[in-house]
């Protein structure tokens, strides 16, 4: 643990004092023509300037006019040299008149990125952007809310797949315990179903529309053209090899050679899987991306060892199988669990520091506020861990008769332990799924 803390403090220092935070979500640079332009011919094009490369998002730009009438020719294209400069043709021989220009593009982090500006062709008067703007250009609050509810909900079920490495090295019973087993099948339907339905409310959550666009099939297609489309379509066949394997790697006579090869099949699909997440995330955002990204696929795999492993501990502990002694799970568990927790700490440190803008934005940004509600569960899951430890150590694997009595107080008292802290768990994977969908700014 010290030389955990010791390299959590070198990092700390390190990104400090060399590293450039990451930026929160693309930023428009420029446009032509630029916002309140007044022209004397109406231009061929509209052209906006990035901050980053996004790729081509098809109807990422619209042109209208005073009576809202759609005047570009589409589709989005690149119009130059430049990966970061995106464009779209007008109608030929527009006449004279304000014009507004409205924009959505979906950063790298899968967060949308919304505005409006306006120029206006020959004399008449400027409808600026600022009173142009209308509710439909925000992200409608249900779709919001149910985003949320749903990335919350593949948090669970990557944590129940998590447990397979409690299984796998803590339990060898589970290898025949149906319950057990229906646990992690449950986090991979759950996984598989979060992510169908991320699909369907992208498109709606990036365009501005309610519930109802989700069967809007143009914005699933222009879902499935961009990075994100693509990586969640790569989780859904990778948590489907997943579950595939599972049953294969716990039969109970399988032959070591074939136990070896599906542990490492297993391996590289649940990397996968979790590579899917921190790839749509903000650590994507930063300058130094593979650095973050990396960080994050600790912090989120060292997370679901770990509370998935508290999941299962909790089965072994109040539903035991026959004749089942839960001592050597809960022993061997707590070795495991302190690896993980150490992980945790560290790449969790690193990403807040990396991510975050300021120091002062902890304590004056929603999602520096939600960082450190973060940080308090983990300090209170840690605390009440510490005494799930100290029981293991104290009594649980005492096997003397005169001892039974405090093996069953133990037993108690660790069931209690291991129960708040799966509750606690539940909680913190709920204000991570808030604070990705939260900037880093705001």
Request: aromatic share 6%; glycine share 8%.
């Amino acid at each position: 643990m010290k030389r955990a803390l010791a390299l959590l403090a070198l990092l700390a220092g390190w990104l400090l004092v060399s590293a450039t935070p990451a930026s929160a979500h693309v930023e428009v640079l420029s446009s032509n023509p630029g916002d309140g332009a007044r022209l004397s011919a109406a231009p061929s094009l509209v052209t906006i300037t990035l901050s980053e490369n996004i790729g081509i998002q098809p109807g990422s730009i619209k042109v209208v006019d005073l009576g809202g009438r759609q005047v570009d020719a589409g589709p989005v294209f690149q119009p130059g040299e430049a990966a970061e400069q995106v464009g779209i043709r007008l109608r030929p021989g527009l006449p004279d008149g304000s014009y507004l220009v409205e924009y959505a593009f979906v950063s790298a982090d899968s967060h949308p990125v919304r505005g409006t500006f306006a120029f206006v062709v020959g004399s008449g008067p400027l409808v600026t952007s600022a009173g142009a703007v209308s509710a439909a250009t925000g992200t409608d609050a249900a779709v919001d809310a149910t985003s949320t509810a749903v990335r919350w909900l593949a948090y669970l079920g990557v944590v129940l797949l998590g447990g397979l490495a409690f299984v796998v090295l803590c339990r060898p019973a589970a290898r025949t315990d149906h319950r057990a087993r229906r646990l992690l099948s449950g986090g991979a339907v759950l996984v598989a179903a979060a992510t169908v339905a991320a699909l369907l409310l992208q498109g709606p959550y990036a365009a501005g529309r309610d519930l109802e666009a989700v069967f809007d099939t143009g914005l699933l297609a222009d879902t499935l053209r961009v990075a994100y489309g693509k990586l969640l379509l790569l989780r859904l066949v990778a948590v489907a090899a997943f579950a595939a394997l599972v049953p294969r790697l716990l039969r109970p006579s399988l032959p070591e050679r074939l136990r070896a090869r599906y542990e490492n099949l297993a391996m590289v699909t649940g990397f996968v899987v979790l590579l899917t997440f921190s790839a749509t995330g903000h650590p994507v955002t930063d300058p130094m991306m593979f650095f973050s990204v990396t960080a994050d696929l600790v912090h989120f795999g060292a997370i679901a060892v770990w509370a998935g492993g508290l999941v299962q501990l909790a089965l072994c502990l109040f539903r035991p199988a026959p004749g089942e002694d839960p001592a050597p799970a809960a022993t061997r568990f707590s070795r495991m669990a302190a690896i993980a927790v150490t992980a945790i700490a560290i790449s969790g440190a690193v990403l807040a520091l990396r991510i975050m803008p300021s120091l002062s934005a902890l304590w004056t940004t929603r999602f520096g506020l939600l960082v450190l509600l973060k940080v308090a569960g983990f300090a209170l899951l840690l605390a009440v861990a510490s005494r799930s430890r100290r029981v293991v150590q104290r009594g649980l694997a005492a096997s003397k008769p005169a001892a039974a009595t405090t093996v069953t107080a133990d037993l108690r008292r660790l069931r209690q332990a291991v129960a708040a802290e799966v509750v606690i768990s539940v909680v913190v994977l709920a204000l991570a799924a808030l604070l990705t969908v939260t900037p880093p700014g705001g």
